[in-house]
């Protein structure tokens, strides 16, 4: 068994920043990817960024050069620093790693708000 457990959510003014963390315990022998991804209510799971075991990372066009997103292989944890915050970054953001499977966790709730 694979739990993955986010936290850093939260309601953040225009231009401000969140880091988001999330731990991966239970079963695991060596995680490749992980990564973050974010929904709104009625529309799709759309990637955010992925770092593999060796830190090559992966970001989709409108958060580069504004999140960063790095992990802590020792601790199987994995962030993203979240810089010059929008409206529209406003969603649930969900972490995934793949071990033998896909795991997610719960989501966090990051609100853009003035």
């Known amino acids: 068994q694979v739990q993955l457990v986010e936290s850093g959510g939260g309601l953040v003014q225009p231009g401000g920043s969140l880091r988001l963390s999330c731990a991966a315990s239970?079963?695991?022998?060596?995680?490749?990817?992980m990564g973050w991804y974010r929904q709104v209510p009625g529309k799709q799971r759309d990637l955010v960024a992925t770092?593999?075991?060796?830190?090559?990372?992966n970001y989709a066009d409108s958060v580069k050069g504004r999140f960063t997103i790095s992990r802590d292989n020792a601790k199987n944890t994995v962030y993203l620093q979240m810089n010059s915050l929008k409206p529209e970054d406003t969603a649930v953001y969900y972490c995934?790693?793949?071990?033998?499977?896909?795991?997610w966790g719960q989501g966090t709730q990051v609100t853009v708000s003035s």
């Open positions: 995934t790693a793949s071990i033998t499977a896909s795991y």
């Open positions: 770092i593999t075991s060796v830190g090559s990372t």
């Open positions: 239970g079963s695991i022998f060596s995680i490749s990817a």
